[in-house]
């Protein structure tokens, strides 16, 4: 089945350091998906990316999509301590019976010291 | 909106009990997922409900069933809880398969 894999699993970071997490999807994917998990707390969407070398920005964080849609990368400038937690990619089925489903990648999980 | 609620937010059941997770969204969702989240696995898709009236495994279905009542709620259910299912259990909502998914707070199950 499907497979997506994260790396890395931890990143840990100074304060003011970049960090950059990357998805790798053993399928093509229609479109991927970014997911935050603060410490406690619940995972919440914070992007889709659908074409083909897309590249979005949400203020210092920056999400690619592969040109073959096979891998995405999430890049976050400048780390702050509000950006602790994990960050998962998230990839829809290939269809047929995997229609209606994510499949989630373990996470990166994030620490930032002051 | 309260978007997706979640209850109970805390258990802790003996082995053998079973419990039902109740789990309801507002924003007139088409689709609602239970998944399993347990440290260093990610989260797990147990079961989910592509549209009112149809369900289908997920990943780790084994030892859950779960029924979508109607459009707006969505329960999972524990018939002999064992202790391998302890574990942080979160509903999901998307407004179609495959689109961005809202999730509910989570509730923390333990089985001793």
């Known amino acids: 089945g499907q497979q997506v894999m994260q790396i890395p699993q931890y990143q840990h970071v100074q304060e003011g350091e970049d960090f950059t997490t990357y998805c790798n999807s053993s399928?093509?994917?229609?479109?991927i998906q970014w997911y935050k998990q603060r410490p406690g707390g619940h995972p919440v969407f914070l992007i889709q990316l659908v074409k083909s070398g897309e590249v979005k920005k949400q203020k210092r964080l920056t999400f690619q999509f592969g040109e073959a849609k096979k891998n995405s990368s999430l890049h976050i400038t400048a780390t702050q301590t509000t950006d602790v937690g994990t960050y998962f990619c998230?990839?829809?089925?290939?269809?047929?019976?995997?229609?209606?489903?994510?499949?989630f990648g373990q996470g990166t999980i994030l620490t930032v010291h002051p | 909106n309260a978007g997706v609620t979640q209850t109970p937010k805390f258990q802790v059941l003996k082995t053998g009990q079973s419990m039902t997770l109740q789990c309801a969204q507002d924003?007139?969702?088409?689709?609602m997922y239970w998944y399993r989240q347990d440290p260093g696995m990610g989260l797990r898709l147990i079961y989910y409900?592509?549209?009112?009236?149809?369900?289908d495994k997920g990943e780790v279905p084994n030892g859950y069933n779960v029924s979508r009542l109607n459009k707006r709620e969505f329960s999972l259910r524990l018939e002999s809880a064992a202790p391998s299912q302890t574990s942080v259990y979160f509903c999901?909502?998307?407004?179609?398969?495959?689109?961005?998914?809202?999730f509910g707070p989570g509730t923390r199950l333990t089985v001793t």
């Open positions: 999901a909502s998307s407004a179609r398969p495959e689109a961005e998914q809202y």
């Open positions: 399928t093509t994917l229609s479109n």
């Open positions: 924003m007139n969702h088409n689709s």
């Open positions: 409900s592509a549209s009112e009236g149809t369900t």
């Open positions: 998230a990839g829809p089925g290939a269809g047929g019976t995997s229609y209606g489903k994510l499949t």
